[in-house]
C-alpha cells in the first residue's frame, strides 16, 4: 500500500526566503506526482506534475524534483511571499492500473510573514 | 469553461438524514473522482469513474454512500443516514483519458453533521 508523507509539518519564514518542501513515497513504481496548494476551506489547485519519466518541472518561482528510485520528491519555492502562504499538498499515481487514484500526504502548512 | 464546479458548498444536516452532492467536471474530461478530507489531513480516494462506469470504490466507501455518474457528466454523492463521523471536506476532481492525466480540483463540499 502506497504512504506518502511530507516534511515538514509546518513551516514558518519572512518574506524573501527560498525553502524547500519534502515529499516520500514509500513504493517507487508511481505514474506521476503532483504537487497541490491548499487555500484554508477551499479546494485544491494544482502547482506541478511531474511524470515518472520526468525529474523535474517549473512553473515561475516553483520548481518541483523527483528522484523515483529514493521514492523522494521536493517543491522549491524562490523568493517566497506572503501570498504563497497555504496547505502544500503532494500526491502520487500509482503505476501499474489504469486507474488514476492519487494518495496524499498530509501536507505542509506554509507561513510566510512580511 | 471554468473548471470543476461542486453543489453546495456547504451542507448543514442533522445525524440520521440523508444528504446529496453534486459535481460538474470540467467538459469533456471523461474521468471522475471523488475523495474525502478530514481537518488536518490530506484528501483520500472515495471513488472513481470513467464516463458512467464506476471502475473502482475504496473500503472507505460503507454501504451508507452511493455515487452515480448517469450521463458520464455530471456525478452525485449521497450518504444515507449521516453520522458526525461523516463531518468532513467532500472534494470532487476531473481529467481527461487522453493526454496528461492531471486532476483538476473542485472547490469541495463542506459537510457538517450535528
Known amino acids: 500500500k502506497q504512504e506518502v508523507t511530507q516534511i515538514p509539518a509546518a513551516l514558518s519564514v519572512p518574506e524573501g526566503e527560498n525553502l524547500v518542501l519534502n515529499c516520500s513515497f514509500t513504493?517507487?513504481?508511481?505514474?506521476?506526482l503532483q504537487w497541490f496548494r491548499q487555500d484554508p476551506g477551499k479546494g485544491l489547485t494544482s502547482l506541478l506534475l511531474?511524470?515518472?519519466?520526468?525529474r523535474e518541472q517549473t512553473s515561475g518561482r516553483l520548481n518541483a524534483s523527483l528522484d523515483k528510485s529514493s521514492g523522494r520528491s521536493t517543491l522549491y519555492i524562490a523568493a517566497s511571499q506572503p501570498g504563497d502562504s497555504a496547505t502544500y499538498l503532494c500526491a502520487v499515481r500509482d503505476g501499474g492500473t489504469s486507474y488514476g487514484k492519487l494518495t496524499f500526504g498530509q501536507g505542509t502548512i506554509l507561513t510566510v510573514h512580511p | 469553461d471554468t473548471g470543476v464546479s461542486q453543489n453546495p458548498r456547504h451542507k448543514i444536516t442533522k445525524r440520521g438524514q440523508n444528504v446529496t452532492f453534486r459535481c460538474d467536471p470540467i467538459?469533456?474530461?471523461?474521468?471522475l473522482y471523488w475523495y474525502r478530507q478530514t481537518l488536518g489531513q490530506g484528501p483520500e480516494f472515495l471513488t472513481y469513474f470513467q464516463n458512467e462506469a464506476q471502475l473502482e470504490k475504496s473500503r472507505l466507501l460503507s454501504d451508507r454512500f452511493s455515487a452515480e455518474r448517469p450521463k458520464g457528466s455530471f456525478s452525485t454523492l449521497e450518504i444515507q443516514r449521516t453520522e458526525q463521523g461523516d463531518s468532513a471536506m467532500y472534494l470532487c476532481a476531473s481529467s481527461p483519458v487522453t493526454g496528461v492525466d492531471e486532476q483538476f480540483f473542485g472547490p469541495g463540499t463542506r459537510l457538517t453533521v450535528l
Open positions: 513504493d517507487s513504481a508511481i505514474y506521476n
Open positions: 511531474i511524470q515518472s519519466s520526468q
Open positions: 467538459s469533456e474530461h471523461n474521468r
